[in-house]
């Protein structure tokens, strides 16, 4: 005798559910794979090379034009720095010989540099009793810069006596008529 198969009436219907299943666990496992990795950053652009450092190269001083001062010594300098302001303040200058009262006298020391600049006055004795006379005195300094330039010194520093009379006019220690 044969052994028959006993069939279930179920047995075409478990098959289709079987497949179902299988491919319902496939797509939830699907879902869990893990994404795809983010693409590559882009390379940074290329790095031009720095550019040379820039060198500045001073600009070489214009020759100096005005005159020049031979020389060797401060004490020199004074005759050609008095003899400079007075071209430059011929109209202020006090002709003859001063009268034997003043309205000031000052001392004064003149820092000039290379170029015959004027870099500084200092009063070494002030007349402070008449404030406008020293305003004026330094203004007349100042304004007939440049000096001759000192070529055997670096910079000099000279002294000058400023004989002040009343009317405004002057005369300097160094290139005096005299007084009376």
Not at 51 to 75: C, D, F, M, Q, Y
Not at 161 to 166: G, I, N, R, S
Request: aromatic share 6%.
């Amino acid at each position: 005798m044969k052994p028959t198969l006993r069939q279930t009436p179920n047995a075409n219907v478990n098959t289709p559910l079987w497949w179902g299943a299988f491919g319902l666990a496939l797509l939830i496992l699907s879902g869990c794979s893990t994404p795809p990795p983010p693409p590559a950053p882009a390379p940074p652009p290329p790095v031009a090379p720095a550019p040379p450092p820039v060198v500045k190269v001073p600009e070489p001083e214009p020759p100096h034009t005005g005159p020049i001062s031979l020389a060797r010594t401060s004490k020199e300098y004074r005759k050609d720095a008095a003899a400079h302001l007075y071209g430059h303040q011929s109209h202020r200058i006090y002709k003859g010989r001063m009268p034997p009262m003043l309205e000031a006298v000052g001392v004064l020391n003149v820092d000039i540099d290379h170029k015959g600049q004027v870099k500084g006055i200092e009063w070494m004795r002030a007349p402070k009793h008449v404030p406008m006379v020293m305003a004026e005195i330094e203004r007349m300094v100042r304004s007939a810069a440049p000096y001759p330039a000192p070529k055997h010194l670096r910079q000099v520093t000279y002294t000058e006596t400023w004989l002040w009379h009343k009317s405004g006019r002057f005369q300097l220690d160094t290139l005096t008529e005299g007084q009376d």
